[in-house]
């Protein structure tokens, strides 16, 4: 079992910053991908970027050149740097753990993030 527990959300006027944070504990293992995707009302949820434990990134395309995600192995902790941000990034916010084979998949809770026009 991985337990994920994410903070950093909250209200921001559009063009402000926030940061999430996401601490992973229990079973972890190397080779794992951990990220942030979210999820707006009447959505699917989605990809918002993913970082490998080898430390290869990926960006949803409409948040590239705003967000910034990095890892830190030794403290199981991801961050999602959101910068430049506009109310279509409004939505609950989840990190994610994932680890291909052994297959495993956990999420966290999620967390509000509101962008005020």
């Known amino acids: 079992q991985v337990q994920l527990v994410e903070s950093g959300g909250g209200l921001v006027q559009a063009g402000g910053s926030l940061r999430l944070s996401c601490a992973a504990s229990g079973s972890i293992f190397s080779n794992n991908i951990m990220g942030w995707y979210r999820q707006a009302p009447g959505k699917q949820r989605e990809l918002v970027a993913s970082i490998t434990s080898g430390g290869s990134i990926t960006y949803a395309d409409s948040v590239k050149g705003r967000f910034t995600i990095s890892r830190d192995n030794a403290k199981n902790t991801v961050n999602l740097q959101m910068n430049s941000l506009k109310p279509e990034d409004t939505a609950v916010y989840f990190c994610?753990?994932?680890?291909?084979?052994?297959?495993?998949?956990?999420w966290g809770q999620g967390t509000q993030v509101t962008v005020s026009s």
């Open positions: 994610n753990y994932y680890r291909p084979f052994p297959h495993s998949n956990y």
